[in-house]
C-alpha cells in the first residue's frame, strides 16, 4: 500500500510542476523585470559609448553618426520605459543637437565634450 501512495504523491508532484511551469512562466516576475532593464541600461550605454567612440576616432559626417544617434535614442527610449533616467533625456538632446551640428558640418570639440559628459552622466546614473 506505501509503494500506491509514494507513487501517487510522485505523479501529483510531477503534474504540479508541469502545471506551475505552464501558466506561470509566461507572466513577467520581478526576477525577468530586472534583466530586462539591465539589458536596456546596456544597450543605453552601448550606444553612447560608441557614439563617442565614433567622435573620438573623426567620424563627423551625417552618415556616420545619423545611424549611431538613431540607435542611442531607441536604447535610451526602452531604458526610459523601465527606469526614468534624467542622463537619457540629456543624451537624446544632446544626440539631436550632434545631428544638427554633423548636418551642418559645425561639429566642434565643445559638442563632443558635450557628449562625452552626458555619457559619463549616464554611466553614473547607472552606477557603472
Known sequence: MRQYAVILIAVV????GFVARKYLAPGQTASTAVPAEVEAATRALNAADALVLALAAGHEGVT?????????????EALEKLRPT???TDLRSKGDALQRAARNQMIGESTAQDFRAATATLRAELGR
Open 86 to 88: 534624467a542622463a537619457c
Open 64 to 76: 556616420e553618426l545619423d545611424p549611431k544617434v538613431k540607435g542611442m535614442r531607441e536604447s535610451c
Open 13 to 16: 508532484v510531477l503534474v504540479a
